[in-house]
């Protein structure tokens, strides 16, 4: 595998309210793997085309901010919003983002406890049989109350806490 | 499980919705074919929980009776619960010992077009079927039934009857079972790999329960009544939410390597 670039962005960076139209259901971990690939995929060749793109998304614990707020509004008012349900699916990430950049090749996501990074790039290798290009995306954002718990109980989150970390990668 | 059972080689949990268990099948086919690991445990369990039946109901996609798969009167789907383990192996491995039946092609593909809906003319999911023939080596007319993800839902039986049209000219059977076990959602995919490798041994194509009438945009080739036919290939299709395609060729005998 050979990198061809790679784009980091922090939650602190990204304000929802900031962006056009299209991000207006979008959660952060939905924004920031989205502008980290932007980035990364200046960087494919002009020949290539996004249909020769295979996408991972590797996320230790997918939308938990999603899911908490599906869980506590349905909680309180007994009515089960839609748009936070869709969001709330650890694939929306990818499904968001693939859309917005007009992926269409083979694409994934990843959760797999400490080995999350590990399987993605066992994952990006893998998928490199089908495609000449891949990108990978790191990403894990919680809500500020939970982070002491997660950080507790899943030290091996920390260093990819609230940002998203995107790689582009070729054959060799 | 990796660590109670102490396998050692590469592991991955694919969390890509309703195509997830079928996208593992396919990472476990690619990593035999390209000798990075001779045997690979897939598989995958769903069982409910409130979240999903909560949240499945807000999207109104479930239906209030048993579900009918491509009917002309579906109204949605119906949440199921199982689980499902296949154990692959480089066919190499054991020539003399019989497999239920081997995994000759797969293809992935995005449709990049809604966060729930699929492409109204499925087009991912005619990728994903063309690449999965392509790694097989198969001409279409070689798949005698397309056992598809088919989840009683309009919008999503429709757009995989049209891709299935585009790709199969000869009209193969198609069979969604969905209607006799619900949609085991992640699950589905090895779930019902197993019941069309078993059909396959017995030479059977499995039925639609509960399709009753034809709808005018569907031209499939469907029954509601076990069909008995000689079959050497089958495809199996998923489709999921974020527009995640994934089909996966299943053959009776090993292709030469």
Redesign the interface.
Known sequence: MKLLAEAKIAAENVNLQELDASYR?ATLNMAMVTLSCEQALRHLPEDANK?QV??VVATHF?EVSS?LE??ST?HETQT???IL??N?????T???A??Q?????????????R?TPH?AM??AE??L??TPYVLVCFVDHLPAPLVPYYLENFPFVESYLNKARCQLYSRA | M?EHFRIRG????????CSASL?ALA?AF??I??K?VRRCIVGTTEIHAD?TR???????LLSKNICSPFDKNRAGINLGEGSAFLCLEDAGLRPQTAGWGYLSGAG?????????SPHPEGK?SQ?AMR?ALESAKLDPKKIGWVYAHGTGSPANDLAEAKAISQVFSHKPWVSSTKSSHGHTLAASGALESVLGLLAMKRNEILPTHNYKETDPQISLRITSEKVAQPLDHFLKNSL?????NASVIFSKTARPS
């Open positions: 259901k249909s295979s996408f997918g899911t599906f869980l349905y089960p919003r839609p349900f869709q709330s699916l650890h694939n929306s990818l499904g968001f693939s859309l950049l007009g992926l269409t090749g083979p694409a994934m996501t990843v959760s797999c406890d080995a399987a066992n994952l893998t998928l049989e089908l | 990796a590469p592991m991955a949990l694919t969390t890509s919705s996208q990472t690619l990593w074919r390209a990075k979240l909560v949240g499945f109901g807000s999207l109104r992935l593909s995005t449709d990049a077009y809604h966060a729930t991912g990728e690449m999921g939410f974020g527009g995640i």
